[in-house]
């Protein structure tokens, strides 16, 4: 009955969103060029299926997100290519059920009670995660009946694709690995301050985290409003830079405390001591505060903030919008280096691993036309035709240079020699507040807490809901549906 009743308010909840929704933006139909179009398709009979035989083709798949990363809406965005295949080679289309934010999962579980369920989500970690709470919780299913990861076109994936599986079930349809937050930063600013280009520094081996506090230290002004660091994820990002995370996860996929790696002690004092010098931006005692509203790479173009740590696909946009936070990308102002690494470590350098790839729903009708989706963007990165086509279009739309492109690729070995990536993002609210404490605890204040204290104060709470959770992922039921 209460089943029921939950059935008949989310037809109601949709029914409602439906009358008042906002107006679609109109799609734009952008192309690639004959040339560039013709070669990937000529290209993609090498590991693709069959269009005659494929499971799923000439049929829609509907995608639930707060973003559409397929489709153009302005002339000033790139093709993507995986869509492109798709629609072209194999008769397909993808529908947007546009979301927002801050209601996604509430829209996709009313959606999946209402037997409305979208087809697909896009998967993440950090604060986009999708697992392993999301799947635990029923609201999206195994994938294993569509992917093979042992196949040709899959196996080189596998091991990042097994960090989002318990049960014996994957839960993630990882179609790319790439990395998360690097170092950006305005060369005429470092220039103008006499400090060696990070980008120089990691091409000698140069680039550490010695050489990147002195020029933290030397740079900040609290007086003059001068920060080296700004943003949100600065903090958590110089930790990844050790190769270690705070919570790991063991051979059985069980979670456990990392709580007393060395590596991590030592980034934690490189982060205490950059507090107490000022060398991180805040607003009085407000250690939280983001210039000019959350604006990522406010005060990089000024000369305000030395280092904008974060995500490359945040200088990918209309060149005057990159141009006027990061600095010229015409003359070269804008580049990026990786983040520095550990005086004392194993003379590695580590980047996390971000991944690209999709949620299944539960209850998805066109499963098969998500796994055919997915295995064009997958084709998309090993092809040599489409990858140079990609990057192509990073060129000509975006104008990043040469060494940018150079950059990212370094970046992306760098990430795919050690893969890693986060395996807290979704967990039980205590489980978050407590991650969200380790992470920010050290530095987010004007007194900020020494790593002894804060490993301490929630070593216990650590240990308990790790315990929780791994009790939950041994009980999981795929057959039971979205539960409390």
Request: net charge negative; charged share 25%.
């Given at each position: 009955?209460?089943?029921l009743?939950?059935?008949?308010?989310?037809?109601?909840?949709?029914?409602?969103?439906?009358?008042?929704?906002?107006?679609?933006?109109?799609i734009?139909?952008?192309?690639?060029?004959?040339?560039?179009?013709?070669?990937?398709?000529?290209?993609?009979?090498?590991?693709?299926?069959?269009?005659?035989?494929?499971?799923?083709?000439?049929?829609?798949?509907?995608?639930?997100?707060?973003?559409?990363?397929?489709?153009?809406?302005?002339?000033?965005?790139?093709?993507?290519?995986?869509?492109?295949?798709?629609?072209?080679?194999?008769?397909?289309?993808?529908e947007?059920?546009?979301?927002?934010?801050s209601?996604?999962?509430?829209?996709?579980?009313?959606?999946?009670?209402?037997?409305?369920?979208?087809?697909?989500?896009?998967?993440?970690?950090?604060?986009?995660?999708?697992?392993?709470?999301?799947?635990?919780?029923?609201?999206?299913?195994?994938?294993?009946?569509?992917?093979?990861f042992?196949?040709?076109?899959?196996?080189?994936?596998?091991e990042?694709?097994?960090?989002?599986?318990?049960?014996?079930?994957?839960?993630?349809?990882?179609?790319?690995?790439?990395?998360?937050?690097?170092?950006?930063?305005?060369r005429?600013?470092i220039?103008?301050?006499?400090?060696?280009?990070?980008?120089?520094l990691?091409?000698?081996?140069?680039?550490?985290?010695?050489?990147f506090?002195?020029?933290?230290?030397?740079?900040?002004?609290?007086?003059?409003d001068?920060?080296?660091l700004?943003?949100?994820?600065?903090?958590?990002?110089?930790?990844?830079?050790?190769?270690?995370?705070?919570?790991?996860?063991?051979?059985d996929?069980?979670?456990?405390?990392?709580l007393?790696?060395?590596?991590?002690?030592?980034?934690?004092?490189?982060?205490?001591?950059?507090?107490?010098?000022?060398?991180?931006?805040?607003?009085?005692?407000?250690?939280?505060?983001i210039?000019?509203?959350?604006?990522?790479?406010?005060?990089?173009?000024?000369?305000?903030?030395?280092?904008?740590?974060?995500?490359?696909?945040?200088?990918?946009?209309?060149?005057?919008?990159?141009?006027?936070?990061?600095?010229?990308?015409?003359?070269?102002?804008?580049?990026?280096?990786?983040?520095?690494?550990?005086?004392?470590?194993?003379?590695?350098?580590?980047?996390?691993?971000?991944?690209?790839?999709?949620?299944?729903?539960?209850?998805?009708?066109?499963?098969?036309?998500?796994?055919?989706?997915?295995?064009?963007?997958?084709?998309?990165?090993?092809d040599?035709?489409?990858?140079?086509?990609?990057?192509?279009?990073l060129?000509?739309?975006?104008?990043?240079?040469?060494?940018?492109?150079?950059?990212?690729?370094?970046c992306?070995?760098?990430?795919?020699?050690?893969?890693?990536?986060?395996?807290t993002?979704d967990?039980?609210d205590?489980?978050?507040?407590?991650?969200?404490?380790?992470q920010?605890?050290?530095?987010?204040?004007?007194?900020?807490?020494?790593?002894?204290?804060?490993?301490?104060?929630?070593?216990?709470?650590?240990?308990?809901?790790l315990?929780?959770?791994?009790?939950m992922m041994?009980?999981?039921?795929?057959?039971?549906?979205?539960?409390a």
């Amino acid at each position: 009955m209460k089943r029921l009743v939950a059935a008949i308010l989310a037809v109601l909840f949709i029914l409602a969103i439906v009358g008042c929704g906002k107006q679609k933006r109109e799609i734009i139909k952008l192309t690639l060029s004959t040339e560039d179009a013709e070669a990937i398709l000529r290209a993609a009979g090498i590991t693709l299926p069959d269009e005659q035989t494929a499971a799923g083709t000439n049929s829609t798949v509907k995608y639930l997100s707060w973003y559409d990363g397929f489709h153009n809406y302005s002339e000033d965005e790139i093709v993507n290519t995986g869509y492109f295949t798709f629609t072209e080679k194999y008769g397909c289309e993808i529908e947007w059920i546009e979301t927002e934010w801050s209601t996604r999962f509430d829209d996709l579980a009313n959606l999946v009670l209402s037997s409305q369920a979208p087809d697909f989500y896009p998967a993440g970690t950090s604060s986009t995660a999708t697992y392993p709470m999301k799947c635990i919780k029923g609201m999206f299913q195994p994938v294993d009946d569509y992917i093979d990861f042992d196949s040709p076109l899959w196996s080189g994936i596998k091991e990042v694709a097994d960090t989002f599986s318990f049960s014996g079930r994957h839960f993630t349809i990882v179609t790319n690995t790439t990395f998360r937050d690097v170092v950006p930063y305005n060369r005429r600013v470092i220039d103008e301050w006499g400090f060696d280009d990070p980008a120089e520094l990691y091409a000698n081996d140069e680039w550490t985290w010695d050489v990147f506090y002195s020029m933290c230290v030397e740079f900040s002004d609290p007086d003059e409003d001068r920060f080296a660091l700004d943003g949100q994820s600065y903090t958590n990002s110089l930790v990844q830079a050790t190769g270690q995370n705070f919570v790991h996860r063991d051979e059985d996929g069980r979670y456990y405390s990392n709580l007393d790696s060395p590596e991590i002690e030592r980034a934690e004092q490189m982060l205490y001591d950059l507090t107490k010098n000022d060398c991180t931006h805040h607003e009085g005692d407000n250690y939280w505060a983001i210039r000019d509203n959350g604006t990522y790479g406010a005060g990089v173009k000024d000369g305000l903030c030395l280092f904008y740590i974060c995500e490359t696909g945040f200088f990918t946009g209309p060149v005057e919008e990159i141009s006027s936070v990061w600095g010229d990308i015409t003359a070269g102002e804008l580049m990026f280096a990786p983040l520095p690494r550990d005086n004392n470590g194993d003379g590695n350098y580590y980047l996390l691993t971000q991944i690209n790839g999709y949620n299944l729903c539960y209850g998805a009708e066109n499963p098969e036309g998500v796994a055919l989706l997915a295995s064009c963007e997958r084709f998309k990165v090993l092809d040599p035709t489409v990858v140079d086509i990609d990057r192509k279009q990073l060129e000509e739309k975006y104008l990043w240079t040469e060494e940018m492109l150079e950059m990212y690729d370094t970046c992306k070995q760098i990430a795919e020699a050690h893969p890693r990536a986060i395996v807290t993002g979704d967990m039980t609210d205590g489980l978050n507040n407590i991650i969200a404490s380790l992470q920010y605890g050290p530095c987010r204040s004007a007194n900020p807490s020494t790593w002894a204290q804060v490993k301490e104060e929630n070593r216990e709470s650590l240990e308990y809901y790790l315990e929780e959770i791994n009790d939950m992922m041994d009980t999981y039921d795929p057959d039971a549906g979205i539960v409390a």
